[in-house]
């Protein structure tokens, strides 16, 4: 039995509206995409053009400063359009799905048996690269280093997190085809972190040659990042992978089958859900067939998030799902002002310190809406950061020196240690609505700039 590592530092937001723990199919989208904004640090190329039929598993696109990892057709049909912005920056590569799927062939078999350069081929040209994460920097994995290890989270903390015994129900073979190809990636241990005081799912129970911890308190403890930082913190010059549950389930399905499954289950969650639950789709899904009869109210009212409420990405209800998420949340809008809110009694408001009497009830689920309640200002120097960030960091001190274009500060203070996620419950409890995440995203850009 591994030890417990406890987090003592965090915060649990307990949010309104967490999914029922049943799965349900939902209608085939006629729409689906991939998004070159969800991948940090990629240059996309086209290899396609609108109107080229695709199967699962056809390249569209790929980095152009690393030609080797590409990204691929989640479905079979044909190319519909390229979406650009400012400067013709690609912002969605949209496909039209056809009702018969038609698959790309990939190598098969037990990856446990193959040799590293085959799996790393094989993810390559499948298009699962990316699932695998670097950090630093929180960029996808270069395929040319070997990292010193690689790290998976089986829990998730966030407000609204998904379990993860109810999307990889009946995945245990997957789970371990998954573990056994990325063991051959690393010559370091593969490590899975899991939550104190919940049984082991099935899925994660006697992976071989797996490191497995255990641990206990408040978001953000099912954090990668937290997580690396109390088994092996990062220093200069060392390269970690992480990935996901889900797509660790992709991958062991691709070496077993043969063919690139794009399959997931998502959770629906939020106050603004009529039925919250999981459902089955496919990866990059139009939101529409998922949200379908599932907006409670005015859809102008609600604000849908690709991911969790504190780091995911703003969506319409006619957007798409995130490459990295397995959740959409639907929380109120905060469209108002509020006179006078600070001095009021705040019955019905959330506070991480005491200025509220809500304080003494611990146990309240929350209807919270995206109101900025203040306005921003200069950093307030009251450790309010510190107290929610489990991490031997000075977050504050870290983002000055990222403003100031401090290398050698941002060095010193830890920058090789976070990524945005790791500062998100900063920035929820900042007193000056600084956006811490998106100064850690300049300051990690500045580093991997210098550094390269």
């Excluded at 990892?69 to 013709?88: C, D, H, M, T």
């Excluded at 699962?128 to 996808?140: D, E, K």
């Excluded at 040659?209 to 092996?232: A, K, M």
């Excluded at 009529?274 to 409670?296: E, H």
Aim: charged share 25%; net charge neutral; aromatic share 8%.
């Amino acid at each position: 039995m591994s030890k417990v590592i406890k987090i003592k530092k965090g915060l649990d937001i307990k949010l309104k509206g967490t999914a029922e723990k049943v799965t349900v199919q939902v209608d085939q989208s006629a729409l689906y995409a991939i998004k070159p904004l969800d991948f940090v640090g990629l240059t996309p190329k086209m290899c396609a053009r609108p109107g080229d039929s695709v199967k699962v598993g056809t390249p569209v696109f790929f980095d152009k400063y690393r030609p080797s990892i590409q990204f691929v057709s989640p479905v079979a049909g044909v190319l519909k359009e390229v979406v650009r912005g400012e400067r013709r920056r690609i912002l969605e590569v949209v496909i039209e799905a056809q009702k018969e799927p038609d698959y790309e062939e990939f190598s098969s078999g037990n990856p446990a048996e193959m040799a590293a350069e085959t799996v790393r081929e094989t993810l390559l040209k499948s298009g699962l690269w990316p699932a695998l994460v670097q950090r630093p920097y929180g960029i996808v994995a270069d395929p040319d280093v070997e990292p010193k290890a690689i790290f998976i989270s089986g829990f998730d903390s966030a407000p609204l997190g998904v379990d993860y015994d109810v999307i990889l129900k009946d995945q245990e073979e997957n789970v371990a085809a998954g573990v056994a190809a990325l063991q051959k990636l690393t010559k370091g241990k593969v490590h899975l972190s899991l939550e104190d005081g919940f049984p082991v799912s099935k899925s994660f129970a006697n992976l071989k040659g797996v490191e497995y911890h255990t641990f206990n308190g408040p978001h953000p403890s099912g954090l990668v990042g937290i997580q690396i930082h109390h088994i092996s913190p990062i220093n200069k010059g060392d390269i970690y992978w992480t990935i996901s549950p889900q797509h660790l389930c992709l991958i062991g399905r691709l070496f077993l089958s043969g063919k690139l499954g794009t399959d997931i289950v998502v959770a629906v969650a939020g106050s603004l859900v009529s039925k919250p639950r999981y459902v089955r789709t496919n990866m990059g899904v139009s939101l529409i067939p998922v949200l379908k009869d599932q907006l409670a109210g005015d859809s102008a009212e609600a604000r849908v998030v690709s991911g969790n409420v504190l780091t995911g990405t703003l969506v319409e209800p006619d957007g798409y799902l995130g490459f990295y998420d397995s959740l959409v949340s639907v929380i109120p809008e905060g469209k108002y002002y509020e006179l006078f809110g600070w001095v009021m009694p705040g019955l019905n408001k959330f506070s991480n310190s005491r200025t509220f009497l809500t304080w003494l009830r611990p146990k309240k689920i929350w209807d919270i809406d995206t109101n900025l309640k203040g306005g921003k200002r200069a950093f307030v120097m009251s450790g309010q950061y510190e107290k929610v960030l489990p991490m031997d960091v000075l977050p504050v001190h870290l983002l000055k020196a990222i403003l100031a274009d401090d290398i050698d500060k941002m060095e010193q203070l830890g920058i090789y240690e976070v990524i945005e996620e790791d500062l998100a419950l900063c920035e929820f409890v900042c007193t000056s609505k600084i956006e811490a995440q998106s100064i850690l995203r300049e300051g990690l850009d500045l580093m991997r700039k210098e550094m390269s």
